[in-house]
């Protein structure tokens, strides 16, 4: 079974503070996701990696950067946390990138994060 | 124009009874991959069921099944014999061909809710 795993269920940090989420997958994905969810607005991509320092922007990078030294981690980091970071992130990988079953990505428990 | 459109926020079933989960989409694509996930109250996205654009049949995994019609753009799940486990979020997901940009594109959720 494809098994992701992210560092932390919960986390609270203060504003301004620099915050990194991790996460590991242990298939041999060659791509790695970070979205992050709110209610009613449904996930939405932050970050993607399809190789080892490779990354791409998705459709919300501001205020984020990542970090992919190994196949096997992804990083999410919060340079200056603020109040509207507040949210569910939530990582995933996937074999390949294209529209097959293979390509499903698999997801981790996800990190609810809290900015005061 | 949303790409993944899920109209039902909320659904109760009474046990035993079969559920569907109403989803459209928008692609201009001829190749494209829909995918369900389940989110219960821990967070976790779970991967039920893919649908590929050429699948000449309706996918099947166990209880859950997707009806897939692809003139009308439609992927409903059909979950069978509902069970109190079933309780969760139910998201909707297609997966386009588009190098550099890969992601999967979501719609906003049904709160679907078993009663006993």
């Known amino acids: 079974d494809v098994k992701v795993t992210q560092s932390s269920r919960y986390l609270v940090k203060r504003t301004g503070e620099k915050v990194f989420l991790e996460c590991v997958q242990d298939?041999?994905?060659?791509?790695m996701f970070w979205y992050r969810q709110d209610p009613g607005l449904g996930l939405r991509l932050i970050y993607f990696?399809?190789?080892?320092?490779?990354?791409e922007k998705g459709d919300i990078p501001e205020g984020y950067s990542v970090s992919r030294e190994k196949k096997e981690r992804f990083s999410l980091i919060l340079e200056s946390a603020s109040t509207n970071q507040t949210s569910m992130y939530l990582c995933?990988?996937?074999?390949?990138?294209?529209?097959?079953?293979?390509?499903?990505?698999?997801f981790g428990p996800g990190t609810r994060l809290t900015v005061l | 124009a949303q790409k993944i459109t899920q109209t039902q926020p909320g659904m109760f079933v009474q046990e035993k009874e079969a559920v569907t989960l109403d989803c459209t989409y928008d692609?201009?694509?001829?190749?494209?991959?829909l995918f369900w996930y389940k989110q219960p109250s821990s967070g976790e996205m779970i991967f039920l069921i893919y649908?590929?654009?050429?699948?000449?049949q309706n996918a099947t995994e166990g209880r859950y099944s997707l009806n897939f019609q692809k003139a009308r753009k439609s992927a409903n799940l059909v979950i069978s014999a509902s069970q109190l486990g079933d309780s969760a979020m139910y998201f909707c997901?297609?997966?386009?061909?588009?190098?550099?940009?890969?992601?999967?594109?979501f719609g906003t959720g049904t709160r679907l809710t078993i009663i006993p």
């Open positions: 995933a990988s996937s074999l390949l990138g294209g529209t097959t079953r293979t390509d499903t990505q698999y």
């Open positions: 298939m041999d994905h060659e791509n």
């Open positions: 990696s399809y190789d080892v320092k490779m990354k």
């Open positions: 692609t201009s694509d001829q190749s494209y991959g």
């Open positions: 649908q590929g654009s050429y699948d000449e």
């Open positions: 997901a297609m997966r386009e061909p588009n190098f550099g940009n890969e992601k999967l594109t």
